[in-house]
């Protein structure tokens, strides 16, 4: 037998609803294309030059006619769109209760952390059947975080977290590509992701790639750098307090309300004063020189961790 795939396997939950999409508006394309074909064929054989067709009352317009192909083609169209923005929202958004892995892109591999430690490189173990959220950003240039048979793919920006969601749906391993030319060994820049059953996925976490908890790391690092320093249990005058930040309203010296996600407590520490926390002063200096991506992914895993009257430290 020939195994000739034409599509990638189909083991995320969008999957489906991303080929429905691709396969309607091929048909759509085929549709039109076979009516215009036949009609230019048709025409070019009955009008040729010299044939006795009647050319007696050809019209320049006809409204009917004129109607009908703005308003067909709208009406497709605006369908299509309401469509594809309904799966392309169910693809961004993640579900609330979704798992996270952090990933790093470099020139030229996937390195990967789970928060209770586990690294893998160029490999990403994950349940079937949970929602997992990537949250990565890149160490040097722009990588492409690509898994076909998921049908999802996303850019990986340096300076910035880009998140992206998925939930597989049935166990196995899938390619793994970087889709943004990134230099000589972007072809190379490839891995696999590996979808367990959740007790094999358990296993997996407490085996040998176990390693010392994301938290953990990032107290370390909170506490070799100083930040308690300013950074007290009870907000004082140098620094504001992280007890319970993630997640919660924070008020800027522009004014503007923000929400303290992943991604404003990654830029604080690179950019403590791209948004400043109404009532503080540009203290703080820039930590990007001093800590590299990981680093960065373990004081935001710690600083999320950080909730009111909780001890600092957890497993
Ligand atoms: Cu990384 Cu292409």
């Known amino acids: 037998m020939w195994n000739f795939p034409l599509i990638p396997d189909n083991a995320s939950t969008i999957a489906g609803d991303v080929d429905s999409i691709y396969y309607f508006l091929v048909a759509v394309s085929l549709?039109?294309?076979l009516v215009i074909v036949?009609?230019?064929?048709?025409?070019?054989?009955r009008y040729r030059k010299g044939s006795k067709a009647t050319r007696e009352g050809?019209?320049?317009?006809y409204l009917p006619v004129e109607l009908l192909w703005s308003v067909v083609p709208f009406v497709l169209a605006i369908a299509i769109f309401t469509w594809a923005a309904k799966v392309f929202f169910d693809i961004r958004i993640p579900p609330k209760d979704a798992m996270e892995v952090y990933v790093v892109g470099k020139q030229w591999m996937w390195k990967v952390q789970h928060p209770l430690g586990n690294r893998e490189i160029n490999e990403l173990h994950v349940p079937v059947g949970k929602p997992v959220k990537l949250i990565m950003t890149s160490q040097d240039v722009i990588h492409s975080f690509y898994v076909p048979a998921f049908r999802i793919k996303q850019d990986v920006l340096p300076g910035k977290y880009s998140t992206q969601w998925f939930e597989a749906t049935k166990t196995g391993e899938y390619h793994l590509f970087c889709a943004e030319y990134c230099g000589t060994s972007h072809s190379g820049m490839k891995?696999?992701?590996?979808?367990?059953?959740?007790d094999e996925y358990e296993e997996w976490l407490s085996g040998k790639?176990?390693?010392v908890a994301m938290l953990s790391s990032g107290e370390q690092l909170f506490q070799q750098f100083g930040c308690q320093t300013c950074h007290r249990q009870v907000s004082g005058q140098r620094g504001p307090s992280l007890e319970g930040l993630f997640g919660r309203e924070v008020k800027l010296q522009?004014?503007?309300?923000?929400?303290?996600?992943?991604e404003y407590i990654r830029e604080s520490i690179l950019?403590?004063?791209?948004?400043?926390v109404a009532g503080y002063q540009r203290l703080m200096p820039t930590y990007k020189t001093q800590l590299g991506p990981d680093q960065v992914n373990q004081l935001v895993e710690y600083v999320k961790g950080l909730r009111g009257?909780?001890?600092v430290t957890k497993k």
């Open 31 to 33: 549709f039109f294309s």
């Open 38 to 45: 036949i009609g230019l064929i048709y025409s070019a054989v």
């Open 58 to 61: 050809a019209k320049d317009d």
């Open 191 to 198: 891995g696999r992701v590996v979808v367990l059953e959740q």
């Open 209 to 211: 790639a176990a390693g």
């Open 254 to 262: 522009s004014g503007d309300v923000i929400v303290a996600d992943q």
């Open 271 to 276: 950019s403590p004063n791209a948004k400043l």
């Open 309 to 311: 009257g909780e001890p």
